[in-house]
C-alpha cells in the first residue's frame, strides 16, 4: 500500500500488505497474519523443488539490475564441501528508494522467513542481513524479530523442528553508499573498506569469506514467502502482458507529487497511472518536468517520456532508462535541472570509493564544473566537456557508480540542454556563490 | 608437465602462451608495453587505476589487461582508438591534482605519468579554473617521504605492505578525491623491507631521503650487480652519477629476489666510495714502506709466494670468485689455512615471497669461497697465522684486536687491500685492490646460484682486482700472454682449477646466473 | 590529513575489557574470523565512546590481530565513524536531490540556526549539538528526515525544528 497513505485500488498489496501494522511485527503476530507457512513449506520440500518454483515465478531482483532470482541460486554449487553464505543486500541508500526500510520497520519476519527459505535452498551456513548504519529504526525491529525467531526456535540448530541449521546475523553498515554494490558490501562483512570487487569471480564462486554467496536484496527475499505459499503460478498472473516482469514492485515516489510514498504495484502498470491516480499528481498549480525512476543512478526522463512509459523492466528501457531499484524521483516545473544534477554528482563525488581513477577523479571534478556554471561562470565549451568526462567515465570502471554520475549529466544536458544555456548566457541569476 | 597453450593476437602479433597468462603478461611476450600503474608482476592486481583498458574484439566494453586472462583466438587492440582515448582519459584525470612539479622532483626522468602523458596525454589541461589539491608532505619513516599531491592512488605500496611485506602499515584513507596514502600515527614505515615502496611507486609520491635530490634520473649511469648485503644474492643496480654511486636498486630476478632488496642492502653503498683508499702498491724497505710499480710490487710477490711452509688466506666475504679461486691458487706450494670473513646480523625475511630474506650471512660469497676451500672458522685462521710463514689478508675487515694481531705475525704478510688500515706497516707488501664495484666478477649465493656483477666506477688508483694479481704472479715473472686479462678469464682459469667451477663461463652464467651442479660441501 | 588530529584522554582507558570483552567475544562465534568484527567493534567504541581515537584505533587492531593502518583505512572510508569529538546530540540532515527537492537546505538552516552551530561540521559552544549534512538517508518519501543521534525523524521542516530540538537537552 502506499504507505503512508492508505492503499490504492490501483495497488495490488502483497508485500506491503501489513505497513503501518504494529502487531505484525513481532512472531507470533507474524504467524497469526499466515507468516512462517512459507518456510514451513520449503522446509519439506528439496533444495532443487524450492529453486525450481522461484525460477517458476519469474521473481526477479528487485535490488535493480533485475537478474532472475531462481537463476541466481542456482548457480550456487552443490556439495562442493564449502561453507556457503546468503547475503541479505539491506543497504538500501540509492537516492530516491525507501522501500526495503518499510519492508524491515513493519514485516520483519518476511524478510527473515525469505532468508530462511533461501538459506535452506542454497545449503547455506549463515545468512548475513548488511543494515546500512543510518537505518536505526529498521535495526531495532530487525534485531527484535531475530531475537524472537531464534527464541521461537523458527531459527536455530533446528529450524522449525527441521533438523537442518538454519542462522541470521545482522550486520551493520556506517555511511558509505558504495556498499549497497553486492561485492563491496562483500568487503564490508568482512571488515574491509568498501571497494567493489574485480569481476570474476562471482559471488557464486567466491563471494563472502571467498566461499560460494548469493546475495539478494530485501524486496526479492521478502516475496520469496509469498511465492512459496501461493505458488509460481500466482506470482506469475501478477502481471500486465510482459511475461518477463511478473509480480509487484514496491515503487518509491518521492519527489514534487501530493502523496509521496511507496506504492506497490504490478509491473507494467503504466507510470501515468502511478504518478496521477495513486501519488494525486503535481502540488496544485505544478506541472510535471521530469522523472528520475529507478533510484538516482539512471537516466533522467522527460515528462513525456514519463507519461507514456511502462513501469517495468523493458518498459523503461524502451523508454531510455531503467527501473533500477524503482525509486522515482519526480520533479515539477519549479525544478532547477542543473542545480539537481549537480546536486546528484555531488552525492556520487562524495561516495566515490576512491579505487579507479575516471571515478575518483572524475565525479568530483564533474562537480565542480556543475558548481561553476551554477556560480554564473560556465561557459559554452563545458557542454562538451561534461560530455567528454561522461563518456570517459561510462563503462571504464570496476563498478558503475562513475557511470551513475554521468548518466543524470548526459541525459540531463540532452533533455535540458536550455537551462544549463540559461546560467552559461548569463540569463539566469546565479545561484551558487564559490569560494 | 606440459601447459595448456592458447593463441592470441596483440596489436596484429600472434603469440601462444599459457592458458590463464594476463593479456597485459601475454602482450609482453609479443614485445609490447601495455601502459599501467597499479598492475605490478609481483603484487596482486587490483585493477583501480584503469590505464590498461584494451579493446578486445567481441566484448562489449574496454577490459582490463591486468586481470583478464587470454582466451583461445581473442583479438587484442592496445592502440585502437577507443582504447587510446580512454588512456588519455585516465591521464587527464590523474594529472587534474597532479603538482606540475617535474623540475623538483626525484621521479623526473623515470616517471610513468610523465612517459604516458608524453606518448598520449593530452597536450593542454582542461582543468584551469580550480585549484588542485593541496596536501603538505608526509614522513613515512626512516627512509621514505610521501609526496601527497603527487600520488596517483595505485595502491601498490599498501599492496606491497599487505600482501608482500605481510605488514599493513600502509593505507588507504578517506574516500574519493578525498583519498590518499595514510599510516598510523604509532606505526612507521619501518619494514625492513620497506625501500621497495619507493621502487614501486610509479610517480614521485613516495621518495627516498637517502636519495632526495642527489642526482635526476637521466644523469645516472646503471650497472647490473649483485647485493653485497648478504648470502641472498639479490640482483641490483647499481647506479652512479659522475662515477660516484648514488643509490643501489633491486633487479628483477624472479629466481632470487623478484623485484625486491632489503633496505640493508639497499642503504650500504657508502663503502664503494670510500676516499681513503690504497692508491699504490706499497713495498716494504726496512723500516719504511715505499710507493711502487707493479711490476716490482708482482716481482716481490712471486718471491714470497714461491716458497714453501704453511700460509694462512684471511680474506672478506665480498671477494669474487675469481678472486678467491687464483689467490688460493697462487699459494698452491704452501700448506694452505683459508679463511671467509663471515659477519652475522639478524635474519629479516620478506614473508609474502618464499625463500627471499635478508640472512644472517653478511657476505655475499661465503658459498663461493666454500666451493674453493675457504672455512668459515676465522679464529682457528687467525690462530694459524700468527705462527705461519706467509699471511696474506684479502680486503677482510678486521677489528682491532684483530689488526693488533696481524702485527705480531711471525711470518711474512701480504695485503690485498681497498683502504689503508694501521697494520699495513707491519706488511712486506700491500697491493690496490678494486672494490666489488670496481671490477665484473662472479658470487655464488646460498643456493649456490653463481651469478655476475659488472664493474660500476674506475678502479681507485693503481687498484687491480685481487684475481689480476694472482693471475700474474701464477703466470710467472715476465710479460706473459697466458696470465687472464679479464674476469671472465680469470673465471674459466678458476674452472679449470676447482671442479665446483668447471665448464661455466661468464658467458653461460648470462645476466640471471645459473645453480651450481653440486653443491656439496656447502654448510648450511 | 593526520595534521589537527585529536588526541584521546591520558592515561588511556582501554574499551575491551569486562562485558564489553564478553559482547565481542560471543559474536565471534558468527563469523568465520575476527576482521569480519571490524565495523561491529568500532560501533561498540562509537557507542561507549561517542567518537574513535587514534588510542582506539589501535586498541581494536590488537584485539582483532589487525594493523592500526589497516583500522584506521577502513575508519575512515566509513562516514558514520566519528574520528573526533562530537557535540552531545549528533544531527545528521540529508540534503540530497529528493530531499533537496522539498527544502532540505531550508531545514539544515534552520537547524544550524537553532541549534547555535552556525555552519555546517561544526559543534555549538555548548557542546550540545554538532549538525551535518549527509548523503540519502533513505527515506526519501519522508522529506527532510534527521537523525539526532540514533533517533530518526521524518519529515522536519524549518517549523518543527525548535520543538524537535527541545526534546534534546
Known amino acids: ?435 | 608437465m606440459t601447459q595448456e597453450l592458447v593463441t592470441v593476437t596483440i596489436e596484429g602479433a600472434q603469440v601462444q602462451v599459457p592458458k590463464g597468462t594476463t593479456i597485459i603478461e601475454a602482450a609482453k611476450q609479443a614485445g609490447i608495453l601495455v601502459p599501467h600503474y597499479c598492475y605490478h608482476p609481483s603484487l596482486p592486481a587490483p585493477a583501480v587505476c584503469r590505464m590498461c583498458l584494451v579493446e578486445v574484439e567481441k566484448a562489449p566494453k574496454l577490459l582490463p589487461a591486468c586481470v583478464t586472462a587470454v582466451a583461445e583466438g581473442q583479438v587484442v587492440h592496445v592502440s585502437s582508438e577507443r582504447a587510446k582515448k580512454a588512456r588519455t582519459g585516465v591521464l587527464e584525470f590523474l594529472l587534474i591534482n597532479h603538482p606540475l612539479d617535474c623540475p623538483i622532483c626525484d621521479q623526473s626522468g623515470e616517471c610513468e605519468l610523465q612517459d604516458y602523458t608524453f606518448q598520449e596525454g593530452r597536450a593542454a589541461t582542461r582543468y584551469r579554473d580550480y585549484p588542485k589539491r593541496y596536501n603538505p608532505v608526509e614522513d613515512f619513516g626512516p627512509d621514505i617521504l610521501y609526496v601527497t599531491n603527487r600520488c596517483i592512488l595505485c595502491t601498490r605500496c599498501v599492496r606491497f605492505m599487505d600482501d608482500v611485506a605481510k605488514s599493513a602499515v600502509l593505507n588507504v584513507s578517506e574516500r574519493g578525491d578525498r583519498a590518499f596514502i595514510g599510516i598510523a600515527e604509532e606505526q612507521l614505515l619501518d619494514h625492513p623491507w620497506s625501500g621497495n615502496v619507493v621502487d614501486l611507486c610509479p610517480v614521485g609520491s613516495l621518495i627516498s631521503k637517502d636519495f632526495l635530490h642527489k642526482a635526476r634520473a637521466w644523469e645516472l649511469d646503471k650497472t647490473a650487480s649483485i647485493c653485497t648485503g648478504c648470502s641472498q644474492g639479490c640482483n641490483i643496480t647499481i647506479e652512479t652519477r659522475d662515477d660516484a654511486v648514488v643509490r643501489l636498486k633491486p633487479r628483477p630476478n624472479m629466481d632470487v629476489n623478484r623485484h625486491f632488496m632489503c633496505d640493508t642492502g639497499r642503504l650500504d653503498y657508502r663503502w664503494m666510495n670510500r676516499g681513503d683508499r690504497i692508491e699504490a702498491p706499497l713495498l716494504r724497505q726496512g723500516t719504511k714502506a715505499v710507493a711502487t710499480d707493479w711490476d716490482t710490487a708482482l716481482d716481490r710477490l712471486g718471491q714470497l709466494t714461491g716458497g714453501s711452509g704453511r700460509a694462512v688466506i684471511l680474506a672478506s666475504g665480498r671477494a669474487s670468485v675469481e678472486s678467491l679461486g687464483l689467490v688460493r691458487a697462487m699459494l698452491d706450494g704452501f700448506d694452505v689455512t683459508a679463511a671467509v670473513r663471515v659477519p652475522t646480523g639478524p635474519e629479516a625475511p620478506l614473508a609474502g615471497i618464499p625463500n627471499l630474506a635478508l640472512r644472517s650471512e653478511r657476505a655475499p660469497n661465503v658459498h663461493g669461497a666454500e666451493r674453493l676451500g675457504y672455512t668459515r672458522d676465522w679464529a682457528g685462521a687467525l690462530n694459524a697465522a700468527g705462527t705461519a710463514d706467509l699471511v696474506v689478508v684479502l680486503d677482510a675487515s678486521l677489528d682491532a684486536e684483530e689488526e693488533q694481531r696481524l702485527q705480531e705475525v711471525k711470518g711474512a704478510l701480504v695485503v690485498l687491500g681497498t683502504v689503508v688500515a694501521d697494520f699495513h706497516h707491519r706488511a712486506e707488501l700491500v697491493l690496490p685492490v678494486t672494490t666489488m664495484a670496481e671490477e665484473n666478477g662472479v658470487y655464488v649465493n646460498r643456493d649456490g646460484r653463481a651469478q655476475r656483477y659488472m664493474q660500476a666506477r674506475n678502479q681507485a688508483g693503481m687498484a687491480r682486482p685481487s684475481w689480476w694479481i694472482a693471475g700474474e704472479v701464477l703466470a710467472g715473472p715476465g710479460p706473459d700472454a697466458d696470465a687472464p686479462a679479464t674476469a671472465a678469464q680469470a673465471f674459466e682459469d678458476v674452472g679449470r682449477r676447482y671442479p665446483a667451477f668447471a665448464d661455466l663461463s661468464h658467458q653461460s652464467l648470462g645476466w640471471v646466473g645459473q645453480t651450481l651442479r653440486e653443491t656439496a660441501g656447502t654448510a648450511r | ?169
Open chain 3, 1 to 169: 590529513m593526520s595534521a589537527g588530529h585529536v588526541v584521546d584522554a591520558e592515561p588511556y582507558e582501554p574499551v575491551f575489557t569486562g562485558e564489553t570483552m564478553a559482547e565481542l567475544e560471543r559474536r565471534f562465534a558468527e563469523y568465520p574470523n575476527k576482521q569480519a568484527l571490524l565495523l561491529p567493534a568500532l560501533w561498540m567504541v562509537q557507542e561507549r565512546r561517542g567518537w574513535i581515537s587514534e588510542s582506539t584505533i589501535s586498541e581494536v587492531a590488537a584485539v582483532l590481530g589487525l594493523t592500526p593502518a589497516y583500522v584506521k583505512g577502513v575508519v575512515t572510508f566509513y562516514t558514520m565513524y566519528h574520528t573526533h569529538p562530537v557535540g552531545r546530540h549528533f544531527i545528521q540532515v540529508c540534503t540530497t536531490s529528493p530531499c533537496g527537492l522539498c527544502g532540505a537546505e531550508d531545514t539544515v538552516r534552520a537547524l544550524l540556526e537553532h541549534t547555535g552551530c552556525g555552519e555546517v561540521g561544526a559543534t555549538s559552544a555548548d557542546g550540545r549539538f554538532t549538525v551535518v549534512e549527509v548523503e540519502c538517508l533513505g527515506a526519501c518519501g519522508f522529506a527532510t528526515p534527521v537523525m539526532v543521534g540514533d533517533d530518526f525523524i521524518e519529515s522536519v521542516t524549518p517549523e518543527k525544528v525548535p520543538e524537535l530540538l527541545a526534546r534534546y537537552p
Open chain 1, 1 to 435: 500500500m502506499g504507505f503512508p497513505h492508505p492503499s490504492h485500488p490501483g495497488e495490488t498489496v502483497v508485500l506491503s500488505k501489513h505497513f503501518g501494522d504494529a502487531g505484525a511485527r513481532t512472531h507470533a503476530g507474524w504467524v497469526e497474519r499466515g507468516g512462517y507457512e512459507g518456510l514451513r513449506k520449503a522446509l519439506g520440500m528439496t533444495p532443487e523443488a524450492i529453486i525450481e518454483v522461484v525460477k517458476a515465478s519469474g521473481l526477479r531482483g528487485r535490488g535493480g539490475a533485475g537478474f532472475p532470482t531462481g537463476l541466481k541460486w542456482s548457480f550456487m554449487p552443490k556439495d562442493d564441501g564449502k561453507p556457503h553464505y546468503l547475503v541479505c543486500n539491506a543497504d538500501e541508500s540509492e537516492p530516491g528508494t525507501f522501500k526495503d526500510r518499510e519492508i524491515m520497520r513493519w514485516t520483519p519476519h518476511a524478510l527473515i522467513e525469505g532468508c530462511a527459505i533461501g538459506a535452506f535452498a542454497m545449503g547455506v551456513e549463515r545468512c548475513y542481513i548488511y543494515i546500512r548504519g543510518e537505518f536505526t529504526e529498521p535495526w531495532a525491529v530487525m534485531a527484535e524479530a531475530v531475537r524472537e525467531a531464534y527464541a521461537a526456535g523458527t531459527l536455530g540448530d533446528n529450524a522449525m523442528g527441521s533438523g537442518k541449521p538454519i542462522h541470521i546475523t545482522l550486520h551493520r553498515g556506517a555511511g558509505a553508499y558504495i556498499c549497497g554494490e553486492e561485492t563491496a558490501l562483500m568487503n564490508s562483512i568482512e571488515g574491509r573498506r568498501g571497494n567493489p570487487r574485480i569481476k570474476p569471480p562471482f559471488p557464486a564462486a567466491a563471494g563472502l569469506f571467498a566461499m560460494p554467496t548469493t546475495i539478494n536484496n530485501v524486496e526479492t527475499l521478502a516475496a520469496v514467502p509469498h511465492i512459496l505459499v501461493r505458488g509460481a503460478e500466482w506470482y506469475k498472473s501478477l502481471c500486465k502482458g510482459n511475461p518477463k516482469s511478473t509480480g509487484t514492485k514496491l515503487i518509491s515516489v518521492c519527489g514534487h507529487v501530493q502523496r509521496p510514498g511507496n506504492y506497490e504495484v504490478m509491473l507494467g502498470t503504466p507510470m501515468k497511472e502511478l504518478l496521477y491516480d495513486m501519488c494525486g499528481g503535481m502540488r496544485p498549480g505544478r506541472t510535471l518536468k521530469a522523472v528520475i525512476p529507478g533510484g538516482s543512478s539512471v537516466p533522467i526522463m522527460t515528462a513525456e517520456e514519463a507519461e507514456s512509459a511502462l513501469l517495468d523492466y523493458e518498459g523503461l528501457i524502451e523508454k531510455g532508462s531503467m527501473l533500477g531499484s524503482a525509486g522515482m524521483i519526480v520533479m515539477d516545473d519549479s525544478t532547477d535541472m542543473v542545480y539537481q544534477i549537480m546536486r546528484l554528482a555531488r552525492f556520487y563525488a562524495h561516495e566515490s570509493c576512491a579505487q579507479c581513477t575516471q571515478c575518483r577523479e572524475g565525479t568530483a571534478w564533474t562537480t565542480r564544473i556543475l558548481e561553476r556554471i551554477l556560480s554564473g561562470k560556465g561557459k559554452e565549451s563545458d557542454f562538451d566537456l561534461l560530455l567528454d568526462l561522461a563518456d570517459n567515465m561510462t563503462g571504464t570502471t570496476i563498478c558503475v557508480l562513475s557511470d551513475s554520475c554521468a548518466a543524470p549529466v548526459v541525459s540531463g544536458i540532452r533533455k535540458f540542454r536550455g537551462e544549463f544555456e540559461a546560467y552559461i548566457r548569463r540569463e539566469r541569476a546565479p545561484v551558487l556563490e564559490l569560494a
